[in-house]
């Protein structure tokens, strides 16, 4: 099955430095690399996604990459602020067209941003 | 937006009794339920998938007659922890998936406690 591996477990940022989160994949048929944001108690949250026809995708100050002949896709938060402390989660999963797929989860990044 | 209800937040229970667990997916039809547990400071760990109609598949380790799961609608799947122990307090959250696919969506999650 799939295995994510996910770096560093923990990261600590000034407030307007950027953070870089990476995970890695083992299968190589996963084709959709979702990102969510977890607060304490509560559900994660998409913050963005990437399929693997494309190699990189932005949206304001997050920016996900994916390299697919290494199996690696890297989380890119500019500008951080201090609400975007929470934990962040990558995954992966196999052709999400088809419902059944499940999704495989790193294990998590804690993100401080330090004001 | 796709909602999944999950119910109830925050349940604690006596060791040895059995606790039910909801998630209704509100203004879509959910093809096939995910059930994850998730301990403290950890990542959200697949338990089972299940599809409208069918028996659940369950992650290895998982033990099926503990962890019952139903899917009897496109609507409504349930989760019911039999003989509930200290061990297994911990966050329960599902997230339901559609065909075609737009995405996981995660339910709030259940913190279970057994006292």
């Known amino acids: 099955g799939e295995n994510v591996e996910q770096h560093p477990s923990t990261l600590s940022v000034q407030e307007g430095d950027s953070a870089v989160i990476k995970c890695t994949y083992s299968?190589?048929?996963?084709?959709?690399f979702p990102w969510y944001k977890q607060e304490l108690g509560k559900r994660p949250q998409l913050i963005i996604d990437i399929r693997s026809n494309v190699g990189e995708k932005k949206d304001q100050r997050i920016a996900v990459t994916l390299n697919k002949t290494a199996k690696h896709f890297s989380l890119h938060i500019t500008e951080t602020q201090p609400e975007d402390s929470a934990v962040y989660f990558c995954a992966a999963s196999p052709n999400p067209n088809n419902a059944g797929n499940m999704l495989t989860f790193g294990g998590g990044t804690r993100l401080m941003v330090k004001p | 937006g796709a909602v999944v209800s999950q119910h109830p937040s925050r349940v604690i229970c006596k060791s040895g009794t059995s606790v039910k667990i909801e998630c209704r997916s509100l203004?879509?039809?959910?093809?096939?339920m995910f059930w994850y547990r998730q301990f403290p400071k950890q990542s959200l760990m697949l338990m089972a998938t299940s599809n409208e109609g069918s028996k659940a598949t369950y992650e290895q380790g998982v033990e099926k007659d503990k962890f019952l799961i139903n899917h009897a609608s496109l609507t409504l799947s349930t989760l019911t922890v039999t003989s509930a122990h200290p061990e297994d307090s911990s966050f329960y959250i599902c997230s339901a998936a559609r065909t075609p696919f737009w995405g996981y969506t995660f339910g709030s999650g259940t913190r279970l406690t057994v006292v």
């Open positions: 299968d190589s048929a996963s084709n959709y």
């Open positions: 203004d879509f039809q959910a093809t096939t």
